[in-house]
């Protein structure tokens, strides 16, 4: 039933910011974590951040400090604010529902819908 649509990629150079939104259509759990991961060409698909029911947030170490992910709309909607971009983070970044934040996310355990993804591209 549920549906994420993703937006907001785009081309930028190195230092510059970017803020994706994914929106669930049909969302029906309360309790879905919700989160990103990106993938680069001829790289395998990595998590990049998950926040749970509660507001909690995690993050892969190669972003902490300059990604923020977070909620709104009833829990419709999550943003990624993408700052101090680096070209090392150029790729399709997917928006991904599932039933647990954490490791369990990043691992992909428990997922259970995938948006069609947007790219970004830091130059």
């Known amino acids: 039933h549920v549906q994420l649509v993703e937006s907001g990629g785009g081309s930028v150079q190195a230092g510059g910011s970017l803020r994706l939104s994914c929106t669930a259509s049909?969302?029906?759990?309360?309790?879905?974590?919700m989160g990103w991961f990106r993938q680069a060409p001829g790289k395998e698909r990595e998590g990049v951040a998950v926040i749970d029911s509660d507001g909690v947030t995690s993050y892969a170490e190669s972003v902490k400090g300059r990604f923020t992910i977070s909620k709104a709309n009833a829990k419709k909607t999550v943003y990624l604010q993408m700052n101090s971009l680096k070209p090392e983070d150029t790729g399709k970044y997917y928006c991904?529902?599932?039933?647990?934040?954490?490791?369990?996310?990043?691992?992909?355990?428990?997922?259970?819908?995938w948006g069609q993804g947007t790219q970004v591209t830091v130059s």
């Open positions: 991904a529902a599932g039933r647990y934040g954490g490791d369990d996310f990043f691992n992909r355990v428990g997922i259970d819908y």
């Open positions: 049909g969302y029906t759990s309360s309790s879905f974590c």
